[in-house]
């Protein structure tokens, strides 16, 4: 019986096989390629048959679902936090480097329009170029504004600060709210929107609270609150390293500038809730 499995018959012990001329040995062409599968002799064992190692490709190691969508609320109430820490230091500026009440309120519009310009410019990065680019991106710079507030010296070192957190908050908070729905289980979008506005509150309340606390009892009131923001940016970093990314297509990156609308489906409440907002503005009392 034949172990190679060819139909020939069974050849006798004194049997030998002769040469044929020209023919390459060991399977190889005079061209000198390797033996085919196709072009096999009885008896020897070919490339082809031969098994092929492959190394193991090593997934990155990611956030469980669960925690990262934590990690993005987180990053939505940070970024609020951030936004609301030089409050309760304005005075302490003012009188420091003597500006007036309009160069506060143009501080304060810096900070606006950097939101603004972000979301209208760029607010469709993350879809183009992924969630976890744009978040380490503007977690980066926001890290940079803590900075440039901490070496803060003049008037001049406060707009620089806020232009680039407000560009930075607008890229964070946009990308944050689109992970937000992206990692939710069953992408519900009323949970999502209802985590997005808790985070929003708490971030602005604890921000004003922390703020204010560090400002009035620690020891280097103009320092001590950004070296806490600059920690837990640090630490909103790298969970944004390792989060998971939910976008699966991506593409370059591209200034699509988007029209501002309102879906028809929310417009009442957006009405009333901007009436709201509009009545709790603060009004001057008449002298």
Same mark, same amino acid.
């Given at each position: 019986?034949?172990?190679?499995?060819?139909?020939?018959?069974?050849?006798?012990?004194?049997?030998?096989?002769?040469?044929?001329?020209?023919?390459?040995?060991?399977?190889?062409?005079? $061209?000198?390629?390797?033996?085919?599968?196709?072009? +096999?002799?009885? /008896? *020897?064992? #070919?490339? =082809?048959? @031969?098994?092929? &190692?492959?190394?193991?490709?090593?997934?990155?190691?990611?956030?469980?679902?669960?925690?990262?969508?934590?990690?993005?609320?987180?990053?939505?109430?940070?970024?609020?936090?951030?936004?609301?820490?030089?409050?309760?230091?304005?005075?302490?500026?003012?009188?420091?480097?003597?500006?007036?009440?309009?160069?506060?309120?143009?501080?304060?519009?810096?900070?606006?329009?950097?939101?603004?310009?972000?979301?209208?410019?760029?607010?469709?990065?993350?879809?183009?170029?992924?969630?976890?680019?744009?978040?380490?991106?503007?977690?980066?710079?926001?890290?940079?504004?803590?900075?440039?507030?901490?070496?803060?010296? $003049?008037?001049?070192?406060?707009?620089?600060?806020? +232009?680039?957190? /407000? *560009?930075? #908050?607008? =890229?964070? @908070?946009?990308? &944050?709210?689109?992970?937000?729905?992206?990692?939710?289980?069953?992408?519900?979008?009323?949970?999502?929107?209802?985590?997005?506005?808790?985070?929003?509150?708490?971030?602005?309340?604890?921000?004003?609270?922390?703020?204010?606390?560090?400002?009035?009892?620690?020891?280097?009131?103009?320092?001590?609150?950004?070296?806490?923001?600059?920690?837990?940016?640090?630490?909103?970093?790298?969970?944004?390293?390792?989060?998971?990314?939910?976008?699966?297509?991506?593409?370059?990156?591209?200034?699509?500038?988007?029209?501002?609308?309102?879906?028809?489906?929310?417009?009442?409440?957006?009405?009333?809730?901007?009436?709201?907002?509009?009545?709790?503005?603060?009004?001057?009392?008449?002298?």
């Amino acid at each position: 019986m034949n172990l190679y499995g060819e139909d020939s018959q069974v050849q006798s012990p004194n049997h030998k096989e002769h040469p044929v001329p020209n023919e390459p040995a060991l399977g190889g062409s005079a $061209a000198g390629r390797p033996q085919l599968a196709g072009d +096999a002799q009885p /008896g *020897l064992t #070919t490339l =082809a048959s @031969l098994p092929v &190692a492959r190394r193991p490709e090593t997934a990155r190691q990611t956030l469980p679902p669960r925690v990262a969508y934590a990690l993005a609320a987180f990053v939505i109430g940070l970024g609020l936090f951030a936004s609301v820490t030089p409050s309760p230091l304005y005075h302490t500026y003012s009188v420091l480097w003597h500006f007036s009440p309009l160069t506060l309120t143009l501080i304060y519009a810096t900070y606006a329009f950097g939101v603004l310009i972000t979301l209208l410019l760029a607010g469709r990065a993350s879809d183009q170029v992924g969630r976890r680019p744009v978040l380490l991106a503007a977690l980066g710079v926001l890290m940079g504004s803590s900075v440039l507030f901490m070496v803060a010296n $003049a008037t001049a070192w406060l707009f620089v600060a806020r +232009a680039f957190q /407000g *560009l930075a #908050t607008g =890229a964070a @908070l946009s990308t &944050a709210s689109a992970a937000l729905l992206d990692l939710h289980p069953r992408r519900d979008a009323a949970r999502v929107g209802l985590a997005n506005g808790v985070a929003s509150a708490a971030g602005l309340g604890l921000g004003f609270l922390v703020s204010s606390a560090l400002v009035q009892l620690g020891p280097a009131p103009r320092v001590l609150p950004y070296l806490v923001l600059l920690v837990l940016f640090a630490a909103a970093f790298a969970g944004a390293y390792w989060m998971p990314e939910p976008v699966p297509e991506r593409s370059s990156f591209r200034l699509t500038p988007e029209r501002p609308s309102v879906p028809a489906g929310i417009r009442h409440p957006f009405l009333l809730a901007s009436l709201g907002v509009i009545g709790r503005c603060p009004r001057r009392s008449p002298r």
